[in-house]
């Protein structure tokens, strides 16, 4: 099986885009990370439906992904703005130094500058 180099390529742009939206909805905006899990309905769609992972991946699974990643997206939306409002961190991933806070102003979370590791 070989693998053709525009595959590659589009999967590294992908790997690329989605990870500074988790970069930046984990850091900055929460929203943004809710967006590219939503906007990953898109890849499964391209990928599992006509790409190239349509020649493994059973019928079922890209509508699976489908409803994971919408219900995922709105948890994420739902709790992270309820997160920002309330000036809590409660991500399981939280290390110290990362707690966020409430920008009155941009309405967005952003990292304590007073609490920097």
Do not use: Q
């Not at 693998?3 to 390529?9: D, M, Q, R, Y």
């Amino acid at each position: 099986m070989t693998i053709a180099i525009p595959v590659v390529l589009g999967v590294m742009l992908a790997l690329a885009l989605f990870g500074a939206a988790a970069v930046v909805g984990r850091r900055t905006w929460v929203p943004c990370l809710a967006i590219g899990w939503a906007a990953h309905v898109a890849w499964d769609l391209a990928l599992h439906r006509s790409g190239a992972g349509a020649v493994y991946t059973p019928a079922w699974y890209p509508w699976f992904c489908v409803g994971f990643d919408l219900t995922l997206a709105a948890c994420i939306l739902a709790l992270g703005v309820e997160e920002c409002n309330e000036h809590i961190d409660r991500r399981p991933d939280t290390v110290e130094g990362s707690r966020g806070l409430f920008a009155e102003d941009t309405g967005v979370c952003r990292p304590d500058p007073s609490n920097n590791a």
